[in-house]
């Protein structure tokens, strides 16, 4: 069975130092992989995906992913957090046994410090 | 540019009562769509997704149901509300051949 994991609940970070997210997945064959934001009371945002090809994906908002086939993880990373950036972030991957749906982590809390 | 509507964006209702939630898409055709519940500001559980008109997949057995009656329009429904049913309710379209779904602004439902 496909999943996706996101060990941390919360991660705290003070403005202007990086930040990463971590997010692993379990799948069989290529990995279409998601990261989102989800902002109070607001719908998800999509912020980058991979599918294939540069191992380092460059989304919205100054976010990066970063893509390790051999740890299976795909953790999303900034070089340096913003207060606004504070926010609910999902990581997904595409279900192989229907293309039609995504699979969601359970969320990781980020919260940034002035 | 593509958007996606829900409405409404807040509602109230007693339990027993029923309901009806209504998603559109603008700027696409024949896109996949999504409706997904979200309890307690977590994680999303997938309730139905369409491919086309009238073709609704159920994910969840429960006293919900969906309807697809144009090709934009997704329509979520209940006869009989339970508290259970309190959520944030989240529409989403995929557009065909993509892998990304991207999703409209919620309805926080409350049932009381």
């Known amino acids: 069975a496909q999943s996706v994991a996101q060990p941390e609940d919360q991660v705290n970070v003070a403005e202007g130092n990086p930040l990463t997210v971590k997010c692993t997945y379990s799948?069989?064959?290529?990995?279409?992989l998601f990261w989102y934001v989800q902002y109070p009371n607001r719908g998800l945002q999509f912020l980058l995906k991979y599918i294939t090809g540069d191992n380092l994906v460059k989304g919205s908002y100054g976010f990066e992913a970063e893509f390790n086939k051999s740890q299976t993880s795909f953790h999303l990373k900034k070089p340096s957090a913003l207060v606004s950036d504070s926010a609910l972030y999902f990581c997904a991957v595409r279900d192989v046994s229907s293309a039609s749906k995504i699979i969601f982590g359970s969320g990781t809390r980020l919260s940034i410090r002035p | 540019s593509q958007t996606i509507h829900q409405w409404p964006a807040t509602l109230v209702q007693p339990v027993g009562s029923p309901l009806s939630l209504e998603c559109t898409v603008e700027g696409t055709s024949n896109p996949n769509l999504y409706w997904y519940r979200q309890a307690a500001g977590r994680g999303l559980q997938l309730l139905f997704y369409?491919?086309?008109?009238?073709?609704i997949s159920s994910e969840v057995p429960q006293n919900l149901s969906a309807s697809r009656p144009q090709d934009r329009q997704f329509i979520l429904s209940s006869k009989k509300l339970l508290l259970s049913d309190s959520g944030f309710y989240l529409c989403?379209?995929?557009?065909?051949?993509?892998?990304?779904?991207?999703f409209g602004p919620g309805t926080r439902l409350t049932v009381t």
């Open positions: 799948v069989s064959g290529n990995p279409y």
């Open positions: 369409s491919v086309g008109i009238g073709q």
């Open positions: 989403a379209w995929r557009a065909t051949g993509a892998y990304e779904q991207y």
